[in-house]
């Protein structure tokens, strides 16, 4: 029922927008081939990164906008992997509203995958490859978005900016980074949609609309023990291995404090409103501070990234140590990754380790802040952005929006650093996926279609809603 009013709706709008300039093809049903036309081709790009080679993307975008009508701009610190910015131009009565999608994807190892990763394979009603969830569902439903406020001639109140970036995966010095120190004028905004959230469908049943606000900002850190190397048949107390170890057990077992924030306080509201009896009563407990313990030994025992968005949390990913059987090493080396929430005092919290590590053989190390993403306060929720988002929710999924906050990163930590409002949106997925290999990043990256479809439905919506003239 909500598909069949959603199209109806759509359909009346078209007509009554631009009965004119509107070809006859374009209702909804030609319009979600178009859309997932340009999504297949996007995702036959092969846009790994490294090397990126993002130009690929590009030169599609940038062809089938330039043949609609739309101006765009390429702007590049290096030919192989621009950016390209695409405005239409409103009557400047309100600040302009930019959405933006990563054109580079991860790497694959094509052995391993099923279907080959850049064949963009319709199965099942899915369709498999690298880049069918990060990022380029948010490229495709750009581009169109575009195409259909030009073909509309929808009057705006404020410019649309579609940014196409390149150099998201890793945080590379080519896409935002690039953009945000050489050419904020073209993408200086009131609000900025990307990546991050995602509708979440549990058993076949859409639960909430997840709507990322803030998120938590990346800090490696490296902690190096030194002792004295000598022959391995003679063990020393001094052994750096030994020292190391006993750093990390430490770390493993210290519950760092938990602490809300407006964003996940809001999101455990919104989960115990939405949630079976027992799970709801969990959530509830967090926010009013009742046995946060106990609920917390559950969070990391059964659902880990509750217990990771509660606080700023340590994993211990890498350690290097010895080279020889027979040798004790003078040194051994763990690099931490912290991935701190927003408001973290960085300097205390390193303090803090420092005194419950508690061992002179061990230096800490600081590595790089942010991996180059600045802290930034979360987006408000009670932005006129947040309420079209919600409402465009509401109608296509038909479903509650929680805001949230990430416990990853993404390229809206540099925009929001400068002042815009962010919030991070994305297609509908099962769950259950992610535990089965089929989510972003893996071997086996799927999306189903009808999930596409809707997200390109709904981010159209949100960027009419937020930039039509009133
Ligand atoms: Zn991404």
């Not at 803030?214 to 190096?224: A, C, D, N, S, Y």
């Not at 880990?304 to 700023?312: A, E, G, M, V």
């Not at 051994?332 to 300097?347: F, G, Q, S, V, Y």
Request: net charge negative; charged share 25%.
């Amino acid at each position: 029922m909500i598909r069949h009013a959603v199209l109806v709706g759509a359909f009346v709008l078209t007509l009554t927008a631009s009965a004119a300039t509107q070809p006859a093809s374009a209702q909804p049903a030609a319009l979600e081939a178009e859309a997932l036309q340009h999504f297949l081709a996007i995702l036959r790009l092969d846009t790994q990164n490294p090397p990126g080679n993002e130009v690929l993307v590009v030169d599609y975008l940038k062809g089938v906008l330039e043949q609609a009508g739309i101006d765009v701009k390429i702007l590049a610190r290096d030919p192989k992997r621009p950016n390209l910015v695409a405005r239409l131009r409103g009557n400047g009565s309100r600040k302009p509203l930019l959405f933006m999608g990563h054109t580079d994807v991860v790497t694959v190892d094509a052995a391993k995958w099923t279907h080959p990763p850049f064949s963009a394979t319709r199965d099942g009603g899915h369709v498999y490859g690298r880049g069918t969830l990060d990022d380029k569902p948010s490229v495709a439903a750009g581009l169109m978005t575009m195409l259909r406020l030009k073909r509309m001639n929808v009057p705006l109140d404020r410019d649309v900016i579609f940014l196409a970036e390149a150099s998201e995966e890793g945080n590379g010095p080519f896409g935002i980074n690039y953009m945000v120190a050489e050419h904020w004028a073209e993408i200086d905004a009131e609000y900025c949609i990307a990546e991050g959230g995602g509708v979440v469908r549990e058993g076949g049943q859409v639960r909430f609309a997840g709507v990322t606000a803030t998120e938590k900002i990346p800090h490696t850190i490296r902690l190096v023990a030194r002792g004295i190397a000598g022959h391995g048949s003679v063990p020393l107390q001094s052994n750096p291995i030994v020292h190391l170890s006993q750093a990390i057990v430490k770390i493993a077992a210290w519950r760092t404090p938990m602490r809300l924030n407006d964003t996940t306080r809001a999101y455990f509201e919104g989960l115990a409103r939405i949630s079976p009896p027992d799970e709801a009563a969990r959530y509830r407990a967090i926010v009013e501070g009742r046995d946060v313990e106990a609920v917390q030994d559950y969070f990391a025992a059964h659902a880990p990234l509750f217990h990771s968005l509660l606080r700023t949390s340590i994993s211990p990913n890498i350690t290097k140590a010895g080279y020889l059987r027979n040798v004790i090493p003078s040194e051994a080396e763990a690099t931490l990754d912290i991935r701190a929430l927003p408001d973290e005092d960085m300097p205390a919290f390193l303090d803090r380790l420092q005194a419950l590590i508690d061992d002179a053989a061990i230096e800490i190390l600081p590595g790089a802040t942010g991996n180059g993403r600045p802290a930034a306060p979360p987006s408000r929720l009670d932005t006129e952005a947040f309420k079209v988002i919600e409402a465009a929710n509401r109608r296509v999924y038909g479903v509650a929006t929680l805001p949230t906050m990430l416990a990853g990163a993404t390229d809206m930590a540099q925009v929001r650093a400068r002042g815009v409002q962010c919030y991070g949106i994305g297609p509908m997925i099962d769950r259950e996926d992610a535990a089965k290999g089929f989510g972003a990043h893996s071997d086996q990256e799927r999306i189903l279609e009808d999930a596409f479809e809707k997200f390109v439905r709904v981010h159209f919506e949100i960027v009419r809603d937020l930039a039509a003239s009133r």
